[in-house]
């Protein structure tokens, strides 16, 4: 099993512009979520999926979009990058919400300028 | 949301000392988790444990819920256990992250 897989692993972009961080895992894993981590934080929920067609936000939604078509996929969209979401992005997965583990992506470090 | 409080910040070690980090949880869990974050930010899972304690080689857990409170011990340091120890807790609603531990251990 690959596990949870992000790309892309860096990227910067213009103010305004927007993009699409891809995260899939082959874990066949119910739950799905994004985290954003910033200098000496913990990591914060942006949004969470518990499973295909379902989608949540988390702590801090505000300028990211969600959608999960498939089990596998999650992907996090950008609208209008700001340089507040200049940031370190993770994805995570398990098997369902609640009391279960989880497993976290490699990350993905997006500058916005 | 639940509060969730790691000290201490910041630790130094030399190689082959013991140490215990500990993580504060504001209300009840049903689920905890501590990580680490290497110096090249990956997250490694390490223990899973809302309840009890699990050991794993040098490292060991203990969460003890009526208490609120979680502790990893790190036994004989080694220069790769340096990084940050995260503890995540979920309570009712979404998982919520420590600000960490930072661990530096000299040889």
């Known amino acids: 099993n690959a596990g949870v897989t992000q790309t892309p692993k860096f990227q910067v972009l213009k103010t305004g512009q927007s993009m699409t961080l891809q995260c899939a895992q082959d874990m066949n894993h119910e739950y799905m979520s994004w985290y954003r981590q910033d200098p000496g934080m913990g990591l914060r929920l942006i949004h969470y999926?518990?499973?295909?067609?379902?989608?949540d936000q988390g702590e801090v939604p505000n300028g990211y979009n969600v959608s999960r078509s498939t089990t596998e996929d999650f992907p996090l969209r950008l609208l209008s990058a700001a340089p507040s979401q200049t940031s370190v992005y993770f994805c995570a997965s398990s098997i369902r919400q609640g009391t279960y583990e989880q497993y976290f992506g490699p990350g993905t470090r997006l500058t916005v300028t | 949301g639940i509060q969730v409080e790691q000290s201490p910040p910041d630790l130094i070690l030399q190689e082959g000392a013991n140490s215990t980090l500990r993580c504060n949880f504001s209300d009840s869990v049903n689920n905890l988790q501590w990580f680490h974050q290497n110096p090249w930010g990956q997250l490694i899972n390490l223990f899973y444990?809302?309840?009890g304690t699990k050991q794993n080689g040098r490292l060991s857990a203990t969460t003890v819920a009526t208490e609120r409170y979680s502790l990893l011990y790190i036994s004989s340091s080694q220069t790769t256990d340096s990084g940050v120890y995260f503890c995540?807790?979920?309570?009712?609603?979404?998982?919520?992250f420590g600000r960490g531990t930072s661990l530096i251990v000299h040889p």
């Open positions: 444990i809302p309840s």
């Open positions: 995540v807790a979920r309570g009712s609603y979404i998982p919520t």
């Open positions: 999926s518990v499973g295909a067609g379902i989608t």
